[in-house]
């Protein structure tokens, strides 16, 4: 009897993402810590109102592996006292002066939809993390003149703050992918057309983010077809609603989900990783990187001559 045919199957092969002459590809994926700024991030341990706390959490980022620090000072849904673009300034600027000057060389992102508070932060701003779609044309062309990475979200044209509602796009379950994929590539297309460097760029599907829990499932389902527009792709999976929901649990239970969630998008090619939990999200995307066969193991001594293993 013949040996079976062996038919491999082949995972995404992602775009390198480089920024500030350091480079996150297949081998080695980018795992962002998240600093919130702010009293009511829908996690409540990311919230770090008090500088010196804030300054703590980033130490353990950065003991855990960080390769990205995004630092927001707005929370992202409708609930919260709206918060106008001075204050903003004052919640994240001390942290970035403060975090660049504690860690010279660490990669800083900045969560934020308006061009005035990144123009603002822009000495300590590596990338320029647009979660809101482009609400403020001018933002892209900030990052450009800073030398900053830019990330292309989609919110299906939701404004800021905005909690999806009635969201529809189509009859066709796959419409939301289609919708996703024609936005991320012109979005990303105006980027390097503002002068943002095309390896620079990342684009990001934005689970939640006008999206029903189906949608994002689905998304994240289509995760190689993102990858394939050929530019590096961010995933921010952590804990969100389309985790708690497909799963019914609350944001303290989710994290299970969201390493189930981040194996899958980083085998059809994610590079970048926004994570509450850093450390494991890292063991996460180092052992898949090694299934894929793009990293070696760290050791591999079990069975080789001598080892007694």
Known sequence: MNAPEIQPVEPATPSPFVLRGRTFDAAHPAVMGIVNRTPDSFYPSARFGDLDGALRHLDRLVAEGVDIVDIGGVRAGQEGDWVEAAEEIDRVGPFLAAAKDRYPDLLLSLDTWRAEVARACGAYVDLV?????????????????????????????????????????????????????????????????????????????????????????????????????????????????????????????????????????????????????????????????????????????????????
């Open 129 to 309: 993390n647009d979660t809101w779609q482009g609400a403020d044309p001018e933002l892209v062309g900030v990052a450009a003149e800073l030398g900053a990475g830019y990330v292309v979200s989609h919110t299906g044209g939701s404004a800021p703050r905005t909690d999806p509602k009635g969201v529809t796009y189509g009859d066709d379950p796959d419409d939301v992918v289609r919708d996703v994929l024609r936005v991320l590539a012109t979005d990303a297309a105006r980027a390097v057309s503002a002068g943002v460097d095309p390896a620079a760029v990342l684009i990001d599907p934005t689970l939640d983010f006008g999206k029903t829990t189906r949608h994002s499932l689905r998304v994240l389902r289509a995760t190689a077809q993102v990858t394939s527009l050929g530019f590096p792709v961010l995933q921010a999976l952590s804990r969100k609603d389309f985790v708690g929901e497909t799963l019914d649990l609350e944001i303290d239970d989710r994290l299970e989900g969201t390493l189930a969630a981040t194996a899958v998008a980083c085998w059809l090619g994610t590079v970048v990783f926004r994570a509450h939990d850093v450390k494991a999200t890292r063991r996460v995307v180092d052992m898949v990187a090694s299934i894929r066969g793009d990293r070696p193991p760290a050791v591999a001594l079990r069975g080789e001559p001598g080892t007694g293993r």
